[in-house]
T-cell receptor, first 108, second 114 residues
Framework: SQQGEEDPQALSIQEGENATMNCSYKTSINNLQWYRQNSGRGLVHLILIRSNEREKHSGRLRVTLDTSKKSSSLLITASRAADTASYFCATASDKLIFGTGTRLQVFP | EPEVTQTPSHQVTQMGQEVILRCVPISNHLYFYWYRQILGQKVEFLVSFYNNEISEKSEIFDDQFSVERPDGSNFTLKIRSTKLEDSAMYFC????????????FGEGSWLTVV
């Protein structure tokens, strides 16, 4: 399976701190995507990084991809209470396969 | 911004009843998906659909499940005889083409089987 697995499973930080979440996967991919899910809500696409890219930025988000290690990281800088959510990586070939997610809690 | 819309947002049904979950994908998209998320667990792939037929399905997508695109806009998931373990959030998703594009998800339909 090309399932993504995130770590840590849960992360609690103070507002203003950076949050780093990691994702590992097993097989080759076309791209890797990060999604956010507020409790009981839908999945919101955050960022897509293609297999030939190593780093990508979007606002306060920075994603890295290391295909040799089959891993990716999502960094949220200067976190806010509103960033509190679950974050999932998803590996893509024809479909998305989601990891188990990291539950991020940002305290004001 | 175009979005995937799903109805109903929440449905409670008796075990053994049939349920139809409806989705309107983004209008120029060609690939459609259903995923589910059991409470507290990860999002699981159910089925992908392209060119009016199933292109891939998971082992979860057994004979009690079916999908249909009855017209040019709707994409439905039918669960024929619901079981308690079908209780989950069901997400519809779509993407424009086969290339490595973003898949866009709806807000989901909560199904509670009692």
């Amino acid at each position: 399976s090309q399932q993504g697995e995130e770590d840590p499973q849960a992360l609690s930080i103070q507002e203003g701190e950076n949050a780093t979440m990691n994702c590992s996967y097993k097989t080759s991919i076309n791209n890797l995507q990060w999604y956010r899910q507020n409790s009981g809500r839908g999945l919101v696409h955050l960022i897509l990084i293609r297999s030939n890219e190593r780093e990508k930025h979007s606002g306060r988000l920075r994603v890295t991809l290391d295909t040799s290690k089959k891993s990716s990281s999502l960094l949220i800088t200067a976190s806010r209470a509103a960033d509190t959510a679950s974050y999932f990586c998803a590996t893509a070939s024809d479909k998305l396969i989601f990891g188990t997610g990291t539950r991020l809690q940002v305290f004001p | 911004e175009p979005e995937v819309t799903q109805t109903p947002s929440h449905q409670v049904t008796q075990m053994g009843q049939e349920v139809i979950l409806r989705c309107v994908p983004i209008s120029n998209h060609l690939y459609f998906y259903w995923y589910r998320q059991i409470l507290g667990q990860k999002v699981e792939f159910l089925v992908s659909f392209y060119n009016n037929e199933i292109s891939e399905k998971s082992e979860i997508f057994d004979d009690q499940f079916s999908v249909e695109r009855p017209d040019g806009s709707n994409f439905t998931l039918k669960i024929r005889s619901t079981k308690l373990e079908d209780s989950a959030m069901y997400f519809c998703a779509s993407k424009p083409d086969i290339s490595g594009n973003t898949i866009y998800f709806g807000e989901g339909s909560w199904l509670t089987v009692v």
